[in-house]
């Protein structure tokens, strides 16, 4: 995060990379064995933790435009009160194209057996680094489609004793 183009140029990587694309996940647990995975542009809102420190109004439509026009940048929120809130996201976004492309993550938690699930997720896929652990919240938006609603850095202890299960194929469909 050390210049301003960063939102710019991560917004233009994630269009080039991920918007209007599908992902088929083959999942090795029965009753959510295949989900396919739809990308948006205004998925990057919430991905990278602009609702921390814009004002509640802001709509995702609204941000990916302000970023097209490079009128929102990072030093505008480096005096945010929750500022270490989307940076921390930010700094992970790398770990979205390690699940989607680089295949190197292949561990995850379906909804049913995490103690608490306030974002209504389906799917977690995360990867654990020393105390931390980065996730991909993954939600069912349709009785087809699937998309991504979190990124974000939690204690590694929360993912010790739930049950795993793997992504045993990623294939794109677009």
Known sequence: MDNDATLQSTLNDYQKKFCGKRCLLEINYKGLDDIVVVFTETDLHHLL????????????TESIEMIKNNELL???FTNHQDFSKMSSRFKNYSFIERV???KK?????VAK????????????????????????GIRQITDTYYKLVTLHEASSNTYKN???TKIKNIEWLD
Do not use: P, Q, T, W
């Open 105 to 109: 993550v292949n561990i995850c938690v």
């Open 162 to 164: 739930v049950r795993k």
């Open 113 to 136: 057996d995490l103690k608490s699930n306030n974002m209504k997720l389906n799917l977690l896929v995360y990867e654990i680094s020393g105390r931390s652990a980065i996730v991909l």
């Open 100 to 102: 989607f492309y680089d």
């Open 74 to 76: 990072i030093s505008d």
């Open 49 to 60: 933790g602009l609702h921390y420190v814009l004002d509640k109004a802001v709509r995702a």
